[in-house]
């Protein structure tokens, strides 16, 4: 009667003897410190002009002997036989070799940090992350492996968020809010993330601030654009917008001459809450059809029909699409390759609908700087990328002085 009954044979020595042993994971391990070791070799045989073994003359110096390293990745824990060698300076002095791709000290993978610090951003405490890598790891992530992980984050994380902005070459700026949940004095609470994304003269898109704030006032995105300003970020030569009113008359006070362009997405959305579900469709078909003219002159033609025909089936659908005013068609002012990049705030927006597929498990997060930490981080280490902007060969153009006429 000792023995658990509700368990089969197979069942009971799943967890012991030779069947815990998996020849699947023991291969793939063996390929792995294999595949190491040579990227070191080969990066030594660079270093010295020979190969091991070759006594090819005028070598830039000798190796002696290999030591052992424990290295720990998202491949689980392998120990590595590393090469070394001293190199031969032109003084004729020596110097011991120092692996680039191996770094002296690195005992994790950047991967495998970025997975610890992204376990404990996301909610969990030391002890969990512990927990749930330690039996994957082999016990190789013991509870003082997560805390370095995540100082060394926070290091990182405060030094993003002061780094110098002088030597960005940034030509236009997208900037958005998204709301997420919090804990805040032990009580959950409604954050919002302020994101501002520049775009260099090449194209390519960086990420220059994520700040956590009470909502998204004149006066919290001042606060952003100010520090933006301060750490010696350029006047930009184009911007887009959501149309929040706090962000506009931030932009207006601090950038009055630079075009600010309105999101068509945004504006479509705000067109639809003004009319009833019946017309959603015809609104959208003529919406499209005008912002996606292919000339300044047709989209100008369609705004102006699109006004006529709407004053008279719904006026107040008429009425919001005026509201907006020149800053729906500011794209227009840019050449027309660009159109497809500069219309929409969709750079951010994907980054928020990313941001929010990851933490949709943790229904709230622990704190309003983890939240804001925690966009940075699937950025910096990889697990979110960015490409550059359609058009992005022409951005050394300055925006026109003139658009499309907006007479109605």
């Known amino acids: 009667m000792d023995k658990d009954s509700s368990k089969g044979p197979g069942e009971q020595a799943l967890f012991a003897g030779e069947a815990w042993f998996d020849p699947i994971e023991t291969g793939v391990r063996g390929r792995i410190r294999g595949f190491i070791e ?42 590595i036989a590393v090469p070394r060698a001293r190199l031969r300076g032109e003084d004729g002095s020596t110097r011991e070799w120092r692996s680039a791709v191996l770094p002296r000290y690195a005992r994790r993978t950047r991967q495998l940090e970025a997975l610890i610090a992204g376990a404990y951003l996301a909610g969990t405490n030391t002890r969990r992350v512990q927990r749930a890598l330690g039996a994957l790891f082999r016990g190789a992530v013991g509870k003082d492996v997560v805390s370095r992980a995540w100082r060394k984050v926070k290091v990182d994380w405060e030094a993003w968020a002061k780094r110098d902005l002088v030597g960005e070459d940034i030509v236009r700026l997208v900037l958005d809010g998204t709301v997420v949940r919090v804990r805040l004095d032990r009580k959950a609470s409604s954050v919002s993330l302020l994101v501002v994304l520049g775009i260099r003269r090449d194209g390519q898109k960086v990420l220059l601030a994520v700040r ?113 005013g020149e800053a729906l068609f500011a794209f227009t002012r840019l050449p027309s390759s660009q159109w497809k990049s500069a219309r ?14 990851r933490i949709k498990t943790q229904t709230v997060l622990p704190s309003a700087e983890t939240a804001a930490m925690l966009f940075w981080a699937l950025l910096a280490s990889g697990q979110i990328s960015m490409r550059k902007v359609d058009g992005w060969q022409s951005l050394g153009q300055l925006p026109a002085k003139s658009m499309i006429d907006l007479a109605a």
């Not at 931030?250 to 479509?268: D, E, F, G, I, S």
């Open 38 to 79: 040579e990227l070191v070799e080969q990066e030594l045989k660079a270093a010295l002009g020979r190969g091991r073994y070759e006594r090819a003359g005028g070598t830039n110096g000798h190796r002696h002997g290999h030591r052992k390293r424990q290295l720990t990745g998202s491949f689980g824990p392998v120990e």
């Open 212 to 324: 956590a704030m009470g909502g998204e006032s004149e006066a919290a995105w001042r606060a952003v654009l100010d520090d933006l300003v301060a750490r010696g970020l350029r006047g930009p030569e184009f911007l887009i917008i959501d149309g929040a009113a706090g962000l506009e008359k931030a932009l207006a006070a601090l950038w009055p001459a630079v075009p600010a362009q309105r999101c068509t997405v945004h504006k479509h959305r705000n067109l639809l809450a003004h009319a009833p579900e019946r017309l959603h469709g015809e609104i959208s078909a003529d919406y499209t059809d005008m912002i996606y003219a292919e000339s300044a002159k047709e989209i100008e033609a369609r705004r102006k029909a699109f006004l006529r025909k709407w004053r008279l089936k719904c006026q107040a659908v008429a009425d919001s699409l005026e509201e907006a």
């Open 344 to 357: 929409t705030t969709n750079a951010i927006e994907r980054l928020h609908e990313e941001f929010k597929r």
